[in-house]
Each structure stands twice: as structure tokens, then as C-alpha cells.
């Protein structure tokens, strides 16, 4: 069984960046795709970005570019570059990976907080 560790979450200022780190304990190059999802209070956990083992990546519409998502196979680490970070973009931050049975593995999140 993988497990995930997210990192790289903390305070910042709006307009500021942060970069979340995703470890592996596997091989990430045996999932079919990894995903970053964040939630606030009251709302449902939303898709932030994904990226597929073939760099496929797809973004939530409402982040405008200033996201990126990419992976280092050879640290077995996903990473989410954030940017022109805003107070909306506060909550809690998850990886998750699918394998290729389509079972789903999920961190146990880090904390975003944006102070405008």
C-alpha cells in the first residue's frame, strides 16, 4: 500500500508563492495519474490539478495559469507550484494517486493559509 506525504504548506501573503511537495513511497511511475485537491470548511474537496504518467495535466478553470503541476519521477514526488496566491486559495491541500486498478490513495493534506 503507497502512502503520500504531502509538505510545503504554511502562511504567506497574499500575492506570495508556495510550492506543496507530494512524497511517494512507491514508484510514482506506477500510478495512472496524480492530483492535487484542496477543501475549505463547508465545501467539497475540488479538483485543483492533475497530471497523468504521460504529463497529461488538466487544471480547475478557475485558477487562470497561476498553478502548475509536475512530477519528478525520480524522487517519486509531486509538486504544485502556486502563484499570485490569494485568500480563496486557503484550505487544506491533498494528493492523491490512482493506479492502474483505479484505486485511489489520498495524503493526509497540508494546511494553505493566504492572509490578505
Known amino acids: 500500500q503507497a502512502q503520500l506525504v504531502e509538505s510545503g504548506g504554511g502562511l504567506v501573503q497574499a500575492g506570495g508563492s508556495l510550492r506543496l511537495s507530494c512524497a511517494s513511497s512507491?514508484?510514482?511511475?506506477?500510478?495512472?495519474?496524480m492530483a492535487w485537491y484542496r477543501q475549505v470548511p463547508g465545501k467539497q474537496r475540488e479538483l485543483v490539478a492533475g497530471i497523468t504518467r504521460r504529463d497529461t495535466t488538466r487544471f480547475n478553470d478557475s485558477l487562470k495559469g497561476r498553478f502548475t503541476i509536475s512530477r519528478d519521477d525520480a524522487k517519486n514526488t509531486l509538486y504544485l507550484q502556486m502563484n499570485s496566491l490569494t485568500a480563496e486559495d486557503t484550505g487544506v491541500y491533498f494528493c492523491?494517486?490512482?493506479?492502474?486498478?483505479?484505486?485511489?490513495?489520498w495524503g493526509q493534506g497540508t494546511q494553505v493559509t493566504v492572509s490578505s
Open positions: 512507491v514508484s510514482i511511475s506506477r500510478f495512472d495519474s
Open positions: 492523491k494517486a490512482i493506479d492502474n486498478f483505479a484505486s485511489a490513495t
